[in-house]
């Protein structure tokens, strides 16, 4: 099947769908690091979304779905396709009160994790507090089953709402989306996360009582974590009885580097971007440290971090 991306730019830009032709990803990620997306698509609206989805598929063009790009590396090449980022799906959080007592908060895939926690945080609501500070959106937190501090999304989460691979809106509670350890069905699926329910307890110490411990997690991350230089966050995922950054800071490669590619002087957890860094710096410096803490320790270190080229 031919693909073609002319055909398609011209597409979408004859119905307005918000779009832009080689777009830097190094814009769109936390990590600044990414060549040019052959075309960068931003709906506004669950309407221009699958739309965009339609053309995108009719002119056989592959699409990345991206969020806040918080925990993503993209090819120094750039993407090929249709990058879709989901961060102007971004409703606000509305509230409905159900008969257990608990709260449904329902919000856009869009919408920074940081905002629904202030959301919750504003109506008295508990149970997303460990979220706060993880730099993404709803969508990729649901994706991934985000989590920090001993908390994960499908602790608070109650249904997600998505587009199937027909584009048909589907909703399906928490228990069929097989939320693991950074996992769920939506990995294995093409399917465009729309929107989430969460289901959060009244505090009754009220909201001074839960930013008191949303400020104690940023306290913690800002203590611990490189928040001041460009990372998609804890590159490695946790091996069974370990933990990545004390491994790799047991092999001695703390402040390690390839190019501008380097393992936090601050937590060895994270790789960060000293500055001009590829990603072919990050992925041979990834692939050098999985190499040395499996040879000294034993322990087989996984990428958290989703390369997309």
Known sequence: ????????????????????????????????IGGPAAVFCQPRT????????????????????????????????GFPGAVVCLTALASQPTLERQP??????????????????????????????????????VGGAVYMNAGAYGGEIKDALASAAFLDERLRLQTLPT???ALGY??????????????????????PQGPAAIQARMEDFMARRRD???LDLPSAGSTFKRPQGAFAGQLIDQCGL???????????EKHCGFVVNKGGATCA?????????????????????????????
């Open 175 to 177: 228990p069929a989306l």
């Open 224 to 226: 611990k974590q490189p």
């Open 281 to 309: 710096d990050v992925l041979a410096l990834t692939e050098e440290v999985c190499r040395i803490v499996k040879e000294k320790t034993g322990y087989t270190l996984e990428r958290e971090i989703r390369v997309v080229g």
């Open 100 to 137: 257990d007592g608990r709260v449904a908060l329902k919000t856009g895939a869009g919408v920074t994790l940081a905002a629904v926690c202030r959301a919750a945080c504003a109506a008295g609501l508990t149970g997303l507090e460990f979220a706060y500070g993880i730099p993404g959106t």
């Open 1 to 32: 099947m031919a693909v073609s991306i002319p055909e398609l730019l011209q597409d979408l830009r004859a119905e307005t769908l918000p779009c832009t032709e080689n777009e830097p990803m190094a814009r769109h990620t936390t990590f600044r």
């Open 46 to 77: 669950a309407a221009e979304l699958m739309r965009t989805l339609e053309l995108c598929r009719a002119h056989h063009v592959r699409t990345y779905l991206l969020g806040n790009g918080s925990n993503v590396l993209f090819a120094d090449a």
């Open 182 to 203: 950074r996992t769920s069905v939506f990995e294995t699926k093409n399917w465009c996360i729309l929107e989430a329910t969460f289901l959060l307890k009244p505090d």
């Open 254 to 264: 703390r402040g390690f580097a390839v190019g501008g590619a380097a393992v936090s």
